[in-house]
Every structure is written in structure tokens, then in C-alpha cells.
């Protein structure tokens, strides 16, 4: 069951909880009093539930970004003994660049995009 068919449950149970409670308390019946503290303890086990997906996810979601991070340090790291072959030892000071040729792949740009674009919805054989 997901969040999306929780909530659903949760709103049907609400409308008739809701029908239940409009009905003055002198006029309720013994079985309508069951009935509203049934649905009262149904809904709270649904809430319960959803607000146990919405923490996995958010769990999830912080480790993914975890791994995010990982990813791009490690990819750091890996480019730059590439960064240090590219350089020619004779080079001045003049023909030095500000900013990496285009081919060359960045970590703030390509990184991220490779991981995205490798690992994205499921686990590859490289990960």
C-alpha cells in the first residue's frame, strides 16, 4: 500500500467519521458510537503508516544524497591526476586558461550527470 492509496483510505474513513460526529451524542446509538471509535482507530493506524513512508523516504532520500556526495569526491579525486597529465610542464603563465577546455568533463557539471545518468533508477554493474 502506498501514501497516495493511505491518504485515500484515510479520507473515506474521515467523510464517514465525520457523518458519525454530526449526529448529537443523546442520538447516536450504541452501534454508531462503536462504529465512530472503530473508524477513530482505523484512522490512526493509517496515519501511522503513512507517517512511517514518509520518514523511509526521507531516510532514503538523505542517503541518496549521502552517496551523491561520495560520488562526487571520489570522482574528484580521480580527475585530478588527469588534471595534472593534460598540463604541459613548458606551458607560461600566459597561455594558461581560467576555466577547463569545453571537451573536458567537470565534476559540478558531468559528475553529477554521470552519476544521474549511470545510476539513476537502478544499481549498475559499475556502482
Known sequence: MDD???????????????????????EKTKMEKQREDELIQKIHRLVQKRDFLVD?????????KEEDKEMAEFLRTKLKPLDKATQSPTSSPVEKKAEPPPSKPTIAKAGLAIIKDCCGATQCNIM
Do not use: F, G, T
Request: glycine share 0%; hydrophobic share 40%.
Open 4 to 26: 497516495i492509496q493511505l491518504c485515500k483510505d484515510i479520507m473515506n474513513l474521515k467523510k464517514e467519521l465525520q457523518s458519525l460526529v454530526a449526529i448529537p451524542e443523546k
Open 56 to 64: 523511509d523516504a526521507e531516510v532514503e532520500r538523505l542517503r541518496e
